[in-house]
């Protein structure tokens, strides 16, 4: 015999769509129930233990969780967009409470992150880049200034991984912590001398990019005299 309820009572959950809240009558469950047999054969009920949220507190259950996590991230959906859409299905969640969700299981996976940074530098070869991106309302920084999503891939070659990594700074000192661990293999960038100190440390190859390399011929290309000029292909 088993009795159970859902150990998240009031939550908000999401297909999507549609959008539906679970109740019960407005109080949390208090146990689960499960019957079992003792060491003589005889029934007697044991209190199972409650499944636990990912994020304590939260209002949404993990499904609606995981899709604003996978929507953002893969398939670049702005939370203003998430908010607009949830609300069109019939939920009401404020993209501020969205950021906090996505914040609060930033920090649940972060062992999971590690794991995969690790497992990058189990490779020989990385891929790296920082992309400029605009930040609003970041303390002590410029909304109009430049910040970057520091991004590499690697890991051994049927098991690769790309992590994304935000820092404010274009320094040195962001390629060499998140290198920090990968050594004697090859790092291939687009030639941004921020990279070289990470290759010298840890005794990496600096490899360069071939489309980077393309762009100094076209550009000599295109400083030539039109009768002198030779088609790139």
Same mark, same amino acid.
């Given at each position: ?9 009031? +939550? ?20 689960? %129930? ?32 995981? &899709?604003?996590? *996978? ?5 670049? %959906?702005? #939370?203003?967009?998430?908010?607009? *859409? *949830? ?18 299981? @930033?920090?649940? =996976?972060?062992? #999971? +992150?590690? #794991? %995969? ?6 490779? $020989? ?25 520091? =991004?590499? #891939? ?6 690769? $991984? ?11 000192? =962001?390629? *060499? ?14 030639? &941004?001398?921020?990279?070289?100190? =990470? ?13 980077? @390399? ?20």
């Amino acid at each position: 015999m088993y009795f159970s309820e859902d150990p998240y009572a009031g +939550i908000v959950s999401t297909g999507v769509p549609p959008v539906y809240t679970i109740q019960h009558g407005g109080k949390p469950p208090r146990f689960s %129930l499960r019957s079992v047999k003792d060491e003589h054969g005889a029934s007697t009920f044991k209190l199972a233990e409650v499944m636990k949220h990912p994020i304590p507190k939260a209002m949404g259950s993990v499904n609606l969780i995981t &899709y604003v996590i *996978i929507s953002k991230y893969a398939d670049g %959906l702005p #939370l203003y967009r998430l908010e607009n *859409i *949830i609300k069109r299905y019939g939920g009401e969640i404020s993209r501020a409470t969205l950021a906090n969700w996505v914040i609060a299981l @930033a920090k649940q =996976v972060q062992p #999971l +992150i590690n #794991l %995969l940074r690790e497992h990058q530098h189990a490779g $020989s070869l990385i891929m790296a880049d920082e992309t400029r991106i605009q930040v609003l309302k970041e303390p002590n920084y410029s909304p109009t200034g430049d910040k970057y999503m520091w =991004v590499t #891939l690697g890991g051994p070659p049927t098991q690769q $991984s790309v992590l994304f990594d935000y820092d404010p700074s274009r320094s040195r000192d =962001v390629p *060499i912590r998140l290198l920090d661990g990968f050594e004697n293999g090859y790092l291939q960038t687009d030639g &941004y001398a921020g990279y070289n100190e =990470v290759c010298k440390t840890n005794n990496l190859t600096h490899l360069g990019c071939m489309d980077h @390399a393309r762009r100094k011929f076209r550009d000599a290309q295109k400083a030539q005299p039109q009768s002198k000029k030779v088609k790139v292909k």
